[in-house]
């Protein structure tokens, strides 16, 4: 999908903000939803989305809806920080397929980093045990 075009709520995020999919979460709230992304790229790879934004990408976000989630990204970077002790803290978001985007709800990517251990592919990689993503939320969450 390109950058035109329409938001289709049977998307994989909108059905987690409304329970029909499961996630491990780390933060929720009446604005935002983090979670575990489910093939992560690093151990604590989380994902922030708005909830109640029918945005599919940056460009088309309430700014008012955006300033809340950067302000969550943030603080669940902090957390991820905290919990895990990474190097580095990479933060990405993608607008449209051919730049890398899969998932058509806004959100953002937080993926902890530690020197000398290159990131798994992005979207591609294998699906993490869910009771280690679990894990990982609480220990996040426990963060916040
Ligand atoms: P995008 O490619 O749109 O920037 O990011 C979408 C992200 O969602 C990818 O990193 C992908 O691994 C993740 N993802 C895809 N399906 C699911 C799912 O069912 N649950 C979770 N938690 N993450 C998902």
């Given amino acids: 999908m390109s950058l035109d075009g329409a938001y289709d709520d049977g998307n994989i995020f909108a ?24 093939f992560p790229q690093s151990t604590g790879h989380t994902l922030v989305i708005p909830k109640q934004d029918a945005a599919r990408n940056l460009l088309e976000a ?30 990405t978001q ?6 890398g985007q899969t998932v058509y709800h806004l959100h953002f990517h937080i993926i902890p980093t530690w020197e ?3 990131h798994g592919r992005h979207a591609g990689g294998g699906m ?8 990982l ?3 996040i969450a426990a963060k916040l």
């Fill in 15 to 38: 059905k987690i903000i409304r329970g029909e999919a499961p996630a491990a979460k780390v933060y929720e709230d009446d604005h935002v939803v983090a979670f575990m992304d489910v």
């Fill in 62 to 91: 309430d700014p008012a809806i955006l300033a809340t989630l950067i302000q969550t990204v943030q603080r669940v970077a902090r957390a991820v920080r905290e919990a895990l002790k990474p190097d580095g803290i990479v933060v």
């Fill in 94 to 99: 993608f607008n449209g397929a051919p730049a």
């Fill in 116 to 118: 000398g251990v290159p």
């Fill in 128 to 135: 993490a045990d869910p009771d280690e993503l679990k894990a």
């Fill in 137 to 139: 939320a609480a220990a």
